[in-house]
């Protein structure tokens, strides 16, 4: 696995520089229509979208390994595990933009522009751009700066050398494409043509394509917030003014990737070391009798008779546990293990009760939550739910609640969105649990439960701090979300590390708020990539921690420190 991603990030390295990306991208994305892709004289439109929209899951089992697991959800406390060096494995959202995803993107563009009827062809036009944004997104999260606006150009124009765009002028490219792209699937024009079944994901419900469109704009202006709030403010009225507006309750309209033979975590998701919920995270769980308890994490062993076993061999658990709570089956412990050490060493090592007799203490995460068909199981599936109603919701409300939802109709205020983000996020976790065949929050609709949770004292809107309740469910909802997680928490500053609500676990080490994004190979884009890293203010090609921590990207330069919200 080592070697394999290995050389799959030096192939990153050399696709982004844009000397041969599209010479190697274009064989393998034309490969299906042609056995000479220099010489394709009529693309099959259908097969290219289908390619990119695999892309954007295929090469999941990677970041899922190397990044969502080990590490960005271990910096946002959402689990705890060993702490590992940040490898060269990590970024592989990086290659499969520029090899799998845009080329083919534009490759369907170039060719609807020479047919006769491109007029035809306005809403596939629209549904590539949706589809680059989202995952553009993704790669400036984690590196910044990045070639756009001359991307895949070698294979057109011979532009092997692509300047990279800056931040900014990556999210104002796409707003000024997603609003475009709006355009033209709120046109409900009728002679339009469609993906047939290539479109896995909407199935040509172009309505739903603008759905996610409006979302996509609610992303982009969370981030936009520290940095120009007016911007932020703007989009939101736009989004929710909108005649179509953004993904609703409808659950068609969340971006899903569902397919049985998913399984991009398998085997290895204890991969180097098992990994297990923080104290955080299952206490506050705990204390609101929230659904998702189940879902996200597996019981411990202090479950049945318990108690009797204790009681025959005259010992006491550890006095981080209380022998009287009722859900004394689900225990975290500290975030960073060298913070706590006395609780820590229970991760690995099981509470020893008599000889051949052991508890182990410690709840780990729900692994078939996560990875239905790991290890023997031979049952479930993962349902990738991408961008959801409940991100989009939990948008809202804080949107509202911050005062931005002046002059216009909201459609609700931040309570009423802030209780439709938390009842779409309970059912949508627990649809995917009921599919993963794993542990399930509810039987039925869930409503009586999801009722009795917001009408919890913990939960429910106390005119106090609304906010950062909101801001919980949002971090809460995130939880099979990495990238949005970690991209939450950066912007952010929750969970807090001084709050009476959500108290953040302490931590010791740094943090790295970006991705290093390696120098191309000599002789291609050198000049190009050196003059973006100093742009941004970046050590060129310096991958230590305490530079990745303290050297930010443009949406995140004046975002609190993790912890430090306010």
Known sequence: MNHINHITKKLAIVLLSGFILCNISCKKDFAETNTNPSVVSNPDINALFTYSLESLESYQGTEWIWENLEQLLRFTQHLTTDPYELSTNINSRYLAYYNNILPNLFAIRN????????ERYKNINAATYVVQVLHGLKVTDMNGSMPYLEAVKG??????????????????????ELDAALVALKANATDQVNFGAADFFYKNEWTNWAKLANTLKLRIAVRYEKQDVETSKRIFKEVMTDAIGPIDNDDLAQLVYDKPEHNPIGNDIDYRSPRYGTSSIVNFLKSTNDPRLKIYFSPNELVGSFKDVLNANNKTLPSFININDPLIMYQGGPADWT?????????????????????????????????????????????DYMVTYAETCFYIAEFIQKGYGVGFDTKGSAEDWYKKGVTSSIKTMNKIAVNAVSTTGFDGTGETEIAAYLDQPGVKFNGVNNLERIYIQEYLNFYRLANEAFTFCRRTGYPKNNSAYYKRNAWNEPIPRRYALDEPPVGTNNENWLKAQQEQGFTPGNKELGVLSSQRLWFDKTNPNFGEGN
Not at 111 to 118: Q, S
């Open 155 to 176: 294979r057109s124009d011979f532009n092997f050398k692509p300047a990279y765009d800056s931040q900014k002028t990556l999210y104002d490219t796409w707003l000024k």
């Open 339 to 383: 913070t706590d050490p006395t609780v820590a060493q229970y991760y690995k090592n099981p509470f020893p009760v008599a000889t051949n007799v052991t508890f182990k203490l410690m709840s780990t995460i729900n692994k078939k939550f996560f990875a239905p068909r790991y290890g023997g199981n031979t049952t479930g599936k993962m349902l």
């Open 111 to 118: 060719e609807v522009a020479i047919r006769a009827d491109k």
